[in-house]
């Protein structure tokens, strides 16, 4: 739910002022802004103790880097169909992308995914609300795999609002459904999810997220999410973006034949896989999760499942 402070938006209520038209044109420029009071928030049961788990590894493939300016990102890539974490691993190294985490590494409790430990910077509040594990039933959060301390995951600010604000800035050809993902995401109690095609609101307090795609070719990965750490608390996400693989072909690499096809369940998927990312989410190992490590053809992988949800809802049930 939006409750907004007084920061420069109007009013308090379900949206932020008025939805922000997209540019006119046809097909995603003519499609409107999220309007909140259209996406009912799901009622979800009370967390099932027994459901907190053990983190698992081993489905990741991570990378921690430093910019020009700086400031540290942390990517995740996402294998193709029938492609392994470890297979993912080789091919990026084999084209040089620095930082690489190995996923048959184990999970650590302390470190964060560059490696080092982040001082001061924790969200103790998620223990105190009773979440004794980033690992929830099958699903697990983005930093899990590699950190198992349930106060070094990685979130989104409230900023304004009672909930955080998360727009998703749709920059991408007609075959990923954006809008329709962002609206079963949106879904989820304690943040609020929004679609714009074009550009970003800028309104004050509230996040947005770039989603472009592009022929990325033989790459070994089928969506990347990048993720920026705060300067001042390591596990609030400063920015993020999203980039998917328009490549639909099939191709040879030292790994073998690697198979990029995707109906429209895969490109479905592939969206909904890398939003999850964004918002905060790992991998989920269940096959009714658009989570699943790997991007499938089928119509049971294309939304979150109930872990998910409930997993994402308790990263948002405290205050940042």
């Excluded at 620095?98 to 184990?106: E, F, I, M, V």
Aim: aromatic share 8%; charged share 10%; with cysteine.
């Amino acid at each position: 739910m939006l409750t907004v402070a007084a920061v420069g938006l109007i009013g308090t209520g379900t949206s932020a002022a008025d939805p922000a038209p997209s540019p006119a044109g046809t097909g995603k420029a003519a499609a409107p802004a999220t309007d909140l009071t259209q996406h009912p928030k799901l009622s979800l049961p009370a967390p099932d103790p027994a459901k907190w788990g053990t983190p698992q590894r081993g489905a990741d493939v991570m990378a921690s880097s430093v910019r020009a300016d700086g400031s540290r990102v942390i990517t995740f890539y996402t294998p193709v169909p029938g492609e392994s974490a470890s297979t993912l691993y080789q091919l990026l190294k084999k084209q040089g992308v620095t930082g690489l985490q190995d996923p048959a590494a184990p999970a650590t409790s302390g470190s964060t995914a560059s490696g080092s430990t982040a001082s001061g910077s924790t969200t103790p509040a998620l223990a105190a609300a009773g979440i004794t594990s980033c690992r929830y039933g099958t699903a697990q959060l983005y930093n899990c795999a590699t950190d198992s301390n349930v106060a070094h995951q990685f979130h989104w600010t409230n900023g304004c609002c009672t909930d955080p604000q998360i727009w998703f800035v749709d920059h991408t050809g007609s075959s990923w459904p954006v809008n329709a993902s962002t609206s079963v995401w949106n879904q989820t109690p304690g943040i609020d999810s929004h679609y714009v095609y074009g550009s970003c609101p800028n309104y004050s307090g509230q996040h947005c997220v770039g989603v472009t795609s592009a022929n990325y070719g033989c790459s070994g990965w089928e969506g990347r999410t990048t993720l920026q750490p705060s300067s001042t608390n390591y596990y609030n996400i400063a920015g993020a973006s999203i980039e998917l693989n328009d490549y639909n072909g099939t191709c040879a690499t030292s790994a073998g034949t690697v198979n990029y096809a995707k109906n429209s369940s895969g490109y479905r998927q592939a969206t909904c896989h890398e939003q999850g990312h964004a918002l905060g989410m790992g991998h989920n190992s269940a096959t009714d999760s658009c989570l699943y490590a790997a991007t499938m053809m089928a119509s049971s992988y294309e939304q979150p499942d109930t872990d998910d949800f409930t997993l994402l809802s308790q990263l948002y049930s405290v205050a940042y």
